[in-house]
């Protein structure tokens, strides 16, 4: 940039040939140029706001703004443009402002005056909420697939563990036992329903913001219908006002991939719990650890730690969002450019943590011995014990009473309850019999929860099964 308060740019500095120069005596100024310039942001969009201006022109044909040559050379130049694009061959200028100045000014360049034809009937207001719509639809898509490949990875992990059981937690403290597939499964319930919300977000962005213009609609006969058809969306925008300002799509994007972290944050959490020596659940391969610069012995489930780390941008991504949206009124204003970064990096970010969180589970190893030793630590049959009770006509309330003293009896014998003699537990409750042991133990405990939803291998295969046909 030119120090004396110019661009530096001829096109952009001369009042003439700035796109918006008519009433303007004055060049823009170079700090002011900067500081409004997104293209270094919004040249991803690139694709999109070709495909958008191709299905713009198309309309502008049938409406017969442009004639056949018109139409052809303007097409045949957006599509050299993409080429150029893609071949790193695109002199991206920050004078020109954004993304869709600067593919319209390269148009003009390369076809001549017939380019300045293809801004009729619409406004970059339009055109920016349609590219990013656009943009959206595949970002959505890519993440989908991705959560269907993680969804198939947990699977394949639980099916191989439906009998090996671990201490399941509550406050972190032991509760009762589970199988870790019935844990595994509860993260794929988690991803089943990140699925469904991104679908459903989807749905809500598929609308065409094409043909609003700057926010009142067009004087110009376009087919709002039909550009809408040809870009992929089910229907046009019902309000041009809103179809120019609404950024609910990219709001509804970063709270959903909030959430989607937010559950990849909790599983690497556990994931980081489980590695560590304390509890040795799982391995992960060096591979997928790294070292410490002192500590000669480290080895640290790093990329576990940062998807947890990055899910914390990803949530303050839809703080900026919304704290961007809260005081806009209607219609379009220029805050929405600064949304583009929360919503491309929740989306780059999402996309990374995806990817890591599917190859730290093809990779886990699990170590059933150690999840099973932990599990008979902590009482995690106290439950079923009281159970055991009811079913022999205890009231549950004194059941809880009988079983808490057999485990302070534990605690003070330092041993487990399966541990306490017949005579023992028969003082505490004269209906106690032999056949308690069976119910004392971690195996009978899983498979004793043999229903919808619950942690018996036979439940858990089952849930195995029906979740490998919803995929
Ligand atoms: N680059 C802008 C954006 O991302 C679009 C430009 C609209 N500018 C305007 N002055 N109406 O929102």
Request: glycine residues 6%.
């Amino acid at each position: 940039m030119a120090k004396d308060g110019n661009t530096g740019n001829p096109a952009a500095d001369n009042p003439e040939t700035r796109m918006w120069g008519g009433r303007f005596a004055e060049p823009t100024d170079a700090f002011v140029a900067r500081f409004t310039a997104s293209v270094d942001v919004d040249k991803r969009l690139y694709h999109h706001d070709i495909r958008c201006s191709i299905v713009h022109a198309n309309g502008l044909r049938a409406a017969g703004v442009l004639d056949a040559d018109e139409h052809r050379t303007i097409v045949e130049g957006l599509e050299a443009i993409g080429a150029e694009v893609e071949r790193d061959d695109f002199d991206w200028d920050p004078a020109l402002e954004d993304v869709h100045m600067n593919i319209e000014a390269r148009l003009t360049e390369l076809v001549g005056e017939v380019g300045k034809k293809l801004h009729t009937a619409r406004s970059r207001n339009d055109q920016v909420a349609t590219d990013v719509r656009l943009w959206l639809r595949d970002a959505i898509g890519a993440i989908d697939a991705q959560l269907k490949e993680l969804m198939g990875g947990i699977l394949d992990l639980a099916s191989g563990h439906t009998e090996t059981v671990m201490p399941g937690l509550t406050h972190l403290q032991t509760a009762q036992p589970v199988t870790f597939a019935h844990h595994l499964m509860a993260w794929f319930e988690m991803a089943k329903r990140d699925r469904a919300r991104f679908r459903d977000c989807l749905e809500r962005a598929n609308v065409s913001p094409l043909g609003s213009a700057a926010l009142a609609g067009t004087t110009f006969p376009i087919d709002r219908v039909a550009s809408a058809a040809e870009l992929g969306f089910d229907a046009p925008a019902a309000n041009s006002l809103d179809a120019v300002s609404d950024r609910d799509f990219a709001l509804e994007f970063c709270a959903v991939a909030s959430l989607a972290a937010v559950h990849l944050s909790r599983w690497c959490e556990e994931i980081i719990l489980w590695v560590s020596p304390q509890w040795g659940f799982v391995t992960l391969p060096d591979a997928y650890c790294t070292g410490s610069s002192i500590m000669p012995q480290k080895k640290n489930p790093d990329v576990a730690e940062l998807v947890r780390g990055k899910t914390g941008r990803v949530i303050g991504n839809l703080n900026a969002l919304l704290v961007l949206m809260k005081g806009q009124p209607l219609a379009y204003n220029r805050d929405n450019q600064e949304d583009k970064l929360p919503l491309f990096d929740t989306a780059d970010t999402l996309v990374d943590c995806l990817d890591a969180m599917t190859r730290i589970i093809a990779a886990l190893e699990p170590h059933p011995a150690a999840m099973r030793d932990a599990a008979e630590r902590g009482f995690a049959v106290a439950t079923d014990f009281a159970d055991y009770l009811v079913r022999r006509d205890v009231p549950f309330r004194d059941a809880h009473e009988i079983v808490g003293r057999a485990v302070a009896m534990c605690v003070e014998r330092e041993v487990a309850l399966d541990q306490i003699p017949l005579d023992d537990l028969q003082a505490l409750c004269p209906r106690v019999d032999e056949d308690v042991y069976g119910v004392l133990t971690l195996d009978g405990a899983v498979a004793a929860r043999d229903h919808v939803g619950g942690t018996a291998p036979r439940a858990v295969a089952a849930a195995i099964e029906a979740a490998r046909r919803h995929l």
